[in-house]
């Protein structure tokens, strides 16, 4: 039985044996007036101001906000040098002016869908045909709809196309950035015969598509792929969500969203329909400002500004993992390409070991990018740092992915910062027991790897040095150590008390590495228990504010008090904020 236990600590070990985890502290508590955070983005402001006094950025408006979960911590908004003189918008550019979000709408498609899952209206689960008539029964095309789920369809999984009625080179203008011809790419001319006669297929973008079109064309048309296949990137699943969302709620799209949203997160400024043009920025042609989207507006159809959708990254921020039980909002559901992206529903997520200055712990941002002819947009959630960032820029986009750059690592680096001196501050130091007669003592540090063990002596053993370590799994070519982790819960769930973390070997990476499974880990925080308690579970109790005062070491059946702890540990954090 002994070797039985000793295997499955063994094997426990083996596979937690990985590079250091994701999660290395709970998400940062902001002052918007910390140095550290005025530092960033004074820096930023500085290189954005730069990006757009290029010359090809000169018509280039933009605001950029960035939110924690709690309250808006900084922005920057810029007004174009060269303006459109011949639709005179808003005045001067702040956090209330209203830009064309485009495909960021289908975040806000997905969570109408959420809501009215989670009220029994419908299952995430169910095939979208149960829901729109108009997809049973004989058709053109050989899509196969009762295959084809709510879920699929708002995780770009259904392998459906992507559009009906834009990007047909048909109707190339250049008034909307479409500025060749079709035959000089050796098409041939064509009749219009059986295509639609609405949007790009209508005289000025005009009458806006409806929902008889809508359906006419996808049922006439093959698949790319097969449902859940493969991710390929579709406008079609979201205005057939849209149309799902009106059929179970008895509102049109505009007002679910509008009532559902716009209203309860007081998105004041936000709609779906075109505000007067004093409200927006309108960029120099070619722009999209004034079309009605109709029926594709779930998918690409609201305006916003920097202040509303602060507003619902913050919600997202507070709410992803409680909408409804059937998913994580903030889960990849499916690979990209290449090897850093994923699909999410709807988002788009990157994982990067490249965003801090000295860990190559992985960062993922959860985004969801749009575009439209003259306005580029994203909003992006980075839920490990309780961060929220909205950039929108109208005009020329040359300078979008500079801003982009700039802001999301800039504000992770300095997010990071603080988190690691709030880690100091709060939980590194020594802790020992109480009693005498007990050798028992655990010393903590914090640095770019995040809370990590650099003593733990039980019972006068030295655990980091014990000879069942590098049995277990603990590499001996190269370095390691343990690695604390958060949880996110708590002992006592009602009251908030007890924060449970679980530590585990972590490996230093070395330069050079190369092998295929070098960078393979499946992660496994539970390892081994010992008379029922997990053996690497560490409870941390606060006695004041946010400073913890004992470290409960639950298989080792001691509570330990925090003694020679960082000379700053008495201090909360608003008295500490500025020395540490």
Known sequence: MLLFTLNVLCVALASAACYEPNEAHPPPNYDANDPVLQDAFAFITQSLKTAVNEPDSLATSFSVEVTSSKESLWSLHHTALRRNLSRPDIPEVNGDALYRIASITKAFTVLGILYQHEAGNLSLDDPVDRYLEGLSGKQRGSIPWKDITLRTL???LSGIPRDFAQQDLLNSNPEFGVGFNPWDLGLPPISREGLPECDEFGENYSPPCGRKDLLKSVTSKPPLFAPKQKSTYSNLAFELLGLVIANVTGKTYEDYIHDAIFKPLDMSKSTLSKPPDSAGVIPINPQYWYVDEGIQNPTGGIYSSSTDLSKFLRYVLTH???ITPALNWMHAVSPS???NSFYGTPWEIFRTDKAL????????????????PGYTSIIVTVPQYDIGITILVAGPSQAFLQIFDT??????????EVAIRQLQQRYAGTYVSGDPNLNSSLTLTADHRGLVVEEFISNSTDVLNSPLLPAAGAPSDKPWFLQLTPTLLYRNETEQEGERWRFYIAEERLEGEGKVLDDFCAANVDMASYGGQPINEIVFWRSEGNVFKSAELSAFRVTLSRHDSDKHAHLSDE??????
């Not at 802001?407 to 990071?416: G, K, N, P, Q, S």
């Not at 008295?575 to 540490?580: F, P, S, T, V």
């Open 337 to 339: 390409e290449g090897l």
């Open 357 to 372: 200055l000295k860990s190559r712990r992985a960062i993922t941002f959860n985004a969801k990018s749009g575009g439209l």
């Open 575 to 580: 008295q500490g904020i500025l020395e540490l």
């Open 407 to 416: 802001v999301a690592v800039e504000v992770v680096r300095a997010a990071e």
């Open 320 to 322: 992803y993992n409680g």
């Open 154 to 156: 708002a995780s770009q």
